[in-house]
């Protein structure tokens, strides 16, 4: 009886290897892929101006709206 408990114990062992081993295959296979991944463009980002209401953060080029040379202030009247 004593037999098979040993027999029992060890291939409860060698299952659970072959489940580490395939854990650590899988954690490897991931890690080669986030190495091997392109890394994103760099892009032009403009900094916030010292008063704005997000100090210290970027903002993508794109993203910032610029006025026409032709647009002025409406609210300020000549004269």
């Given at each position: 009886?004593?037999c098979?408990?040993?027999?029992?114990?060890?291939?409860?062992?060698?299952?659970?290897?072959?489940?580490?081993?395939?854990?650590?295959?899988?954690?490897?296979?991931?890690?080669?892929?986030?190495?091997?991944?392109p890394?994103?463009?760099?892009?032009?980002?403009?900094?916030?101006?010292?008063?704005?209401?997000?100090?210290?953060?970027?903002?993508?080029?794109?993203?910032?709206?610029?006025?026409?040379?032709?647009?002025?202030?409406?609210?300020?009247?000549?004269?």
């Open positions: 009886m004593n098979v408990l040993m027999q029992r114990k060890k291939q409860q062992d060698e299952e659970e290897a072959e489940m580490k081993k395939a854990a650590t295959d899988a954690a490897y296979q991931v890690r080669q892929a986030a190495k091997n991944t890394k994103r463009l760099p892009s032009v980002t403009v900094r916030s101006p010292m008063g704005s209401n997000s100090p210290g953060m970027d903002y993508p080029m794109a993203d910032t709206p610029q006025p026409a040379a032709d647009e002025g202030n409406a609210s300020v009247s000549n004269g």
